[in-house]
């Protein structure tokens, strides 16, 4: 037999780092992450998107608060208390720009002032910039995963309800609704729902937002997800969208 084995040859691009004795905190990792927000003009669109008119009274804008509770969240921290503790970190605070750091009241106050219209001019703009890295990762075939996941709640936190709790029985939740593209481990949509919500609930108009979501460039779908997720409504629109599509993640397919 011939060998057709071949040396691949890659150089990888050099990444020049620099440290100092100052602002060496637990979260020195955040440093190229917040230089790749600034580099994508992240903080500069949600500012356009979500201005503060008062800053000088405030002392702190609202892209301010959305980038800390957005660092936080990398970091694995999701609870308020837990936010305002992390904006005290000298280096959290110069990576922000914040002159002090925040108290749970103000992060508070501010998300409940942006309300519903907040929440979908957030989510419109997350699927806007889905859809620029999805134009600029040139890719043409796509795998699509759904899936959803349950987050317990405690207290009375509006929208949580009892419902499939594998890892708190009985507690309140949420059941959320997730679309990943596989190849580049982005997601794609997210949806939030009640804790009483079935697997496939909100299924078809999901996917058709997902569907809106993609540019011309990606030609091929390959949809995959558990069982629950599949209806006849679902069939239908991955036949009209020309999507191939697989359950079960055991491989059999339909």
Not at 14 to 38: E, H, N, V
Not at 100 to 117: E, P
Not at 130 to 135: A, D, H, Y
Not at 163 to 178: I, P, V
Request: hydrophobic share 35%; proline share 1%.
């Amino acid at each position: 037999m011939k060998d057709t084995n071949k040396n691949v040859k890659f150089k990888s691009k050099d990444i020049k780092s620099s440290f100092t004795g100052s602002r060496m905190t637990l979260y020195g990792g955040l440093a190229p992450i917040m230089k790749f927000f600034k580099k994508d003009k992240i903080s500069g669109e949600l500012n356009s998107l979500f201005p503060t008119r008062d800053y000088s009274s405030l002392k702190f804008s609202k892209v301010q608060l959305m980038m800390s509770v957005i660092m936080a969240s990398l970091c694995g921290i999701n609870r308020i208390n837990g936010i305002a503790t992390f904006t005290h970190d000298e280096l959290v605070k110069a990576l922000l720009g914040l002159k002090k750091g925040l108290n749970k009241d103000v992060i508070s106050t501010c998300f409940k002032k942006l309300g519903q219209r907040g929440a979908i001019m957030l989510h419109e703009y997350s699927l806007k910039k889905v859809r620029t890295w999805l134009s600029k990762s040139q890719l043409r075939n796509i795998t699509i995963d759904v899936d959803s996941t349950v987050f317990t709640v405690y207290g009375k936190q509006e929208g949580a309800e009892r419902g499939y709790n594998h890892t708190n029985r009985g507690a309140k939740s949420y059941h959320c609704l997730l679309g990943f593209c596989s190849q580049m481990k982005l997601i794609l949509n997210n949806w939030f729902r009640t804790g009483s919500a079935y697997t496939s609930n909100g299924i078809v108009d999901f996917t058709k937002q997902i569907s809106v979501t993609l540019p011309g460039k990606i030609t091929h779908v390959f949809y995959r997800a558990d069982s629950g997720f599949f209806n006849g409504k679902l069939f239908d629109l991955l036949e009209e969208l020309g999507w191939k599509y697989l359950k079960n993640w055991d491989g059999s397919t339909l």
